[in-house]
């Protein structure tokens, strides 16, 4: 995969598309990130609303991801990667600052609010109180960050899982998250802000974000194939292609190029924050991908946007990759077979996603797909996992 980013596409605060790498930060205002903070401190994005796997977490046999996922945002590493993604946090700022109508003189739930940002946004633009809910032990370091940054009597950081916690208000008036992971779904933030709407949002109350939606589209990707999965059939001269097999079960999250892109996007999934059931994030979904040149595909792409329709004026970003690069990147799908495919020939499928059983933060992937065109006659089913 050729990994670029395209820095003269137009950046998206008001609903584009985003380009997903690690981050090219040398890119980004210093200002700009920390910019109305005054602190560097943030929400624990995309999932951190639950709790610490101990302040020492021990490796057992029965360890799976999700005795991890608590401690790994512990680390700061993390946060400061996030923080320094100028789309997604310019973004809630831009909210919060730009839509004071929203919070001012609100009582707030932040859920997974890490270091703390969101917070911080909402405690600036009036509101009259901020509940920030955070699991891991950066819970700590947010006490100290409001603390230092003279808002202790307007937001009270608690540290628990959302669905333990007790609030010392009856209702929240606004519930604010930055819950997305890899694919939208993975990690599973989503639940646990569904579970604080249900249980402590008013009728009529606000959810930020309450869109979000999951693309596909297909890319040509030979060179990075063949480096990622042909490498297994030999190995100085041994087969390792068993490798090979788990490999393709594997997405890769990474930056695509947009000059990849061989077929238009198809929209997967729409889901109302405000509305949805936790069900509702496990689905089927058909498409229709259409070839926009001749050329060949190796994989299916994923991407999500998020919106903000509650604004005074539409905001948003998304994470594909005709946008600015984010942290969450694009999620890329090996396919089995290399297509070959003309401008106007299509590939029709569906993709079924849903939260793995045994482990409710990984997802499972199933993909259908079928192309019939002159050169390429395929119908296959895989499988991925998103561990």
């Known amino acids: 995969m050729t990994k670029k980013n395209n820095q003269n596409e137009e950046e998206f605060i008001s609903f584009?598309?985003?380009?997903?790498?690690?981050?090219?930060?040398?890119?980004?205002?210093?200002d700009d990130v920390a910019e109305g903070s005054g602190v560097a401190g943030e929400p624990a994005?995309?999932?951190?609303?639950?709790?610490?796997?101990?302040?020492?977490?021990?490796?057992?046999?029965?360890?799976?991801?999700?005795?991890?996922?608590?401690?790994?945002?512990?680390?700061?590493?993390?946060?400061?990667?996030?923080?320094k993604d100028v789309v997604r946090t310019k973004t809630y700022q831009n909210v919060i600052y730009q839509n004071k109508f929203l919070i001012k003189d609100k009582i707030v739930l932040d859920v997974g609010a890490g270091t703390?940002?969101?917070?911080?946004?909402?405690?600036?633009?009036?509101?009259?109180?901020?509940?920030?809910?955070?699991?891991?032990?950066?819970?700590?370091?947010?006490?100290?960050?409001?603390?230092?940054?003279?808002?202790?009597?307007v937001i009270t950081v608690l540290k628990g899982k959302i669905e333990e916690i007790e609030l010392p208000t009856p209702k929240v008036d606004v519930?604010?998250?930055?819950?997305?992971?890899?694919?939208?779904?993975?990690?599973?933030?989503?639940?646990?802000?569904?579970?604080?709407?249900?249980?402590?949002?008013?009728?009529?109350?606000?959810?930020?974000?309450?869109?979000?939606s999951l693309h596909l589209t297909a890319i040509e990707?030979?060179?990075?194939?063949?480096?990622?999965?042909?490498f297994w059939n030999s190995v100085?001269?041994?087969?390792?292609?068993?490798?090979?097999?788990?490999?393709?079960?594997e997405p890769l999250v990474d930056t695509v190029d947009q000059n990849q892109i061989v077929t238009d996007s198809r929209l997967l999934?729409?889901?109302?924050?405000?509305?949805?059931?936790?069900?509702?994030?496990?689905?089927?979904?058909?498409?229709?991908?259409?070839?926009?040149?001749?050329?060949?595909?190796?994989a299916l792409v994923a991407y999500f946007d998020v919106s903000f329709t509650m604004c005074h004026k539409l905001l948003g970003f998304s994470t594909g990759p005709k946008s600015r690069a984010t942290h969450w990147k694009q999620t890329v799908m090996y396919l089995e077979d290399v297509l070959t495919i003309c401008e106007g020939e299509t590939i029709t499928g569906s993709m079924s996603v849903s939260y793995n059983k045994k482990n409710p933060r990984d997802i499972d992937i199933k993909l259908n797909y079928s192309l019939d065109g002159r050169h390429s006659k395929v119908t296959r089913t895989q499988?991925?996992?998103m561990r």
């Open 175 to 212: 519930i604010i998250s930055e819950w997305m992971g890899y694919f939208l779904l993975f990690e599973n933030m989503l639940d646990s802000v569904l579970y604080a709407r249900d249980k402590w949002l008013v009728d009529g109350g606000v959810v930020l974000p309450d869109r979000a």
């Open 45 to 83: 994005a995309q999932d951190e609303s639950m709790c610490d796997a101990g302040e020492t977490a021990e490796v057992t046999d029965d360890t799976t991801s999700a005795d991890y996922y608590f401690d790994s945002y512990s680390h700061f590493g993390i946060h400061e990667e996030m923080l």
């Open 116 to 153: 703390g940002i969101l917070s911080l946004f909402c405690a600036k633009a009036g509101a009259a109180h901020v509940y920030a809910v955070e699991c891991s032990n950066m819970a700590d370091m947010a006490k100290e960050i409001v603390k230092a940054n003279g808002f202790s009597d």
């Open 16 to 30: 584009g598309h985003n380009q997903n790498t690690k981050i090219r930060f040398e890119d980004a205002d210093e």
């Open 236 to 249: 100085y001269g041994f087969d390792m292609s068993c490798i090979k097999k788990k490999a393709m079960m």
């Open 269 to 298: 999934k729409t889901m109302d924050i405000s509305k949805m059931t936790s069900g509702d994030a496990s689905f089927t979904a058909p498409f229709k991908l259409v070839a926009q040149r001749n050329d060949y595909i190796h």
């Open 221 to 230: 990707d030979s060179e990075y194939k063949e480096d990622k999965i042909e």
């Open 383 to 385: 499988h991925y996992k």
